[in-house]
């Protein structure tokens, strides 16, 4: 099936695409997974309607400071940030839906993405 998105619908794409690398680079979020992690990932969104379906192993832990909306972007540099305490925080992976990476899980105590580029505009 091949899908053909509209000029407008190009365009939003690469806006949320610029949006989301400006929030990753101004909080400093740590998306880092293991490699076992990243190749399950992949199995998985290769079955039909994964993205309904599957869940993908995340880092829990992707935002490193409490005080993450004071991060300023011209001092920070992720391989060498760091907390308050002086040590980046330890990761917790844990699968969850596209859905839930996106708007979060309070259940589970889990930000999601979308409520950090809120955050960010």
Same mark, same amino acid.
């Given at each position: 099936?091949?899908?053909?998105?509209?000029?407008?619908?190009?365009?939003?794409?690469? &806006? /949320?695409?610029?949006?989301? &690398?400006? &929030?990753?680079?101004?909080?400093?979020?740590?998306?880092?997974?293991?490699?076992?992690?990243?190749?399950?990932?992949?199995?998985?969104? $290769?079955?039909?309607?994964?993205? $309904?379906?599957?869940?993908?192993?995340?880092?829990?832990?992707? &935002?490193?400071?409490?005080?993450?909306?004071?991060?300023? /972007? $011209?001092?920070?540099?992720?391989?060498?940030?760091?907390?308050?305490?002086?040590?980046?925080?330890?990761?917790?992976?844990?699968?969850?839906?596209?859905?839930?990476?996106?708007?979060?899980?309070?259940?589970?105590?889990?930000?999601? /993405?979308?409520?950090?580029?809120?955050?960010?505009?």
């Amino acid at each position: 099936m091949d899908i053909q998105l509209t000029d407008f619908e190009n365009t939003c794409l690469i &806006v /949320l695409m610029a949006l989301t &690398v400006d &929030v990753i680079n101004h909080f400093n979020l740590d998306f880092i997974i293991p490699i076992t992690k990243a190749d399950a990932n992949l199995k998985r969104a $290769h079955s039909r309607n994964a993205i $309904h379906t599957e869940k993908f192993w995340f880092n829990r832990n992707f &935002v490193q400071s409490a005080s993450y909306w004071e991060c300023d /972007l $011209h001092s920070s540099d992720f391989l060498k940030s760091k907390t308050s305490d002086g040590d980046r925080k330890e990761p917790v992976y844990e699968e969850f839906t596209l859905l839930e990476i996106l708007v979060g899980k309070p259940e589970a105590d889990f930000l999601g /993405l979308y409520p950090v580029i809120q955050k960010f505009m």
